[in-house]
């Protein structure tokens, strides 16, 4: 259902852009969310974007660094990455949901379909 295409190596600093489609035409999702899960750590919530309307949510720690943006017409989301720091490093997974909540925007349980995983890796 999704395909994620991007990441991979940067530096400090540096930037990637990670980009998400929706593969079967007939579903449209009210929210696109973009997760990561580092080595040893819980999945964790990075942004999000309600596809009709275009309301963003970040996680506190990626704000003014990460943009989350969509294409309605092509069914995709894409995470624009810019001064990545270490801590960035981790499998992001792009989510989608037909029938997400405000309120558990932040949530995975809120997402039905999810890509493949696509590793960042940020080196100091």
């Known amino acids: 259902q999704l395909q994620a295409f991007g990441g991979g190596l940067a530096q400090a600093g540096g930037s990637l852009r990670l980009s998400c489609a929706v593969s079967?035409?007939?579903?449209?999702?009210?929210?696109m969310a973009w997760f990561r899960r580092a080595p040893g750590k819980e999945r964790e919530f990075v942004a999000a974007?309600?596809?009709?309307?275009?309301?963003?949510y970040y996680k506190d720690s990626v704000k003014g660094r990460f943009t989350i943006s969509k294409d309605n017409a092509a069914s995709t989301v894409s995470l624009q990455m810019e001064s990545l720091e270490p801590d960035d490093t981790a499998i992001y997974y792009c989510?989608?949901?037909?029938?997400?909540?405000?309120?558990?925007?932040?949530?995975?349980?809120?997402?039905?379909?999810w890509g493949q995983g696509t590793q960042v890796t940020v080196s100091s």
């Open positions: 989510a989608a949901g037909g029938g997400v909540i405000l309120s558990a925007v932040r949530t995975d349980r809120a997402y039905n379909y």
């Open positions: 079967e035409r007939t579903f449209s999702p009210n929210y």
């Open positions: 974007i309600r596809m009709n309307g275009g309301h963003k």
